[in-house]
């Protein structure tokens, strides 16, 4: 049971270069979740995604896009990238959204942009 | 979303119980109380949560205060793998998908 797997591990952009973030998760949960983990602060959230073919915004949506085409990925793309987007990017998936329901982290995208 | 305090950092013996604190003090009474740790270079890991009882499970002890304004993750002896950044996180009861993390408590575990 591979839980939450993010894709790729490393990734190295020029300014202004385009790419997208894979998120599979195999547990059929509803809900998907990115986040960004800057050095020494908390994760904040990026976007979200209620079900299949549904997405929503987070806490800091900008220069980020996102599409859930099938329940088990999310992808996350950056259309022209930014030096302040060089972050840990990490999707985390839940059964339901309510309180009960815990998330399953992925392990991380270490994303830098020069 | 109401918001959750924690100390920025904190020491334990290696084999001796840690209590881990959190104060939330504008808790609302759908609020579960969820903990996440984060090992190093890793993505955080779920811990244990709960609504109103103490609960336990195989990793902590969750003891949550009879006002829910604040609540204490217990592990019972701590190892050198438990060193890790502590998250201490409120989610309502329904209509929230979200989880708001603060900074956390770094944990520190001396051999």
């Known amino acids: 049971n591979a839980g939450v797997t993010q894709t790729p591990k490393f990734r190295v952009l020029k300014t202004g270069q385009s790419m997208t973030l894979l998120c599979a998760q195999d547990?059929?949960?509803?809900?998907m979740y990115w986040y960004r983990q800057d050095p020494g602060m908390g994760l904040r959230l990026i976007h979200y995604?209620?079900?299949?073919?549904?997405?929503a915004k987070g806490e800091v949506p900008d220069g980020y896009n996102v599409s859930r085409l099938k329940k088990q990925n999310f992808l996350l793309g950056l259309e022209s990238a930014a030096p302040s987007q060089t972050s840990v990017y990490f999707c985390?998936?839940?059964?339901?959204?309510?309180?009960?329901?815990?998330?399953?982290f992925g392990s991380g995208t270490r994303l830098t942009v020069v | 979303d109401a918001k959750t305090t924690q100390p920025n950092s904190m020491e334990s013996n290696e084999e001796e119980p840690v209590h881990l604190p959190c104060n939330h003090s504008?808790?609302?009474?759908?609020?579960?109380i969820h903990w996440y740790r984060q090992l190093p270079s890793q993505g955080p890991e779920y811990v244990i949560h709960?609504?109103?009882s103490n609960v336990n499970n195989r990793m902590a002890s969750l003891a949550i205060a009879e006002d829910r304004k604040s609540s204490t993750l217990i592990l019972h002896r701590a190892t050198l793998r438990d060193a890790a950044v502590y998250y201490c996180?409120?989610?309502?009861?329904?209509?929230?998908?979200?989880?708001?993390f603060g900074t956390g408590t770094r944990l520190k575990v001396l051999a």
């Open positions: 985390a998936s839940s059964f339901m959204g309510a309180g009960v329901y815990g998330y399953t």
């Open positions: 547990m059929n949960h509803e809900y």
């Open positions: 995604s209620v079900g299949e073919g549904t997405t």
């Open positions: 504008t808790i609302s009474g759908t609020d579960y």
């Open positions: 709960g609504l109103t």
């Open positions: 996180i409120l989610r309502a009861v329904s209509g929230t998908y979200k989880y708001i």
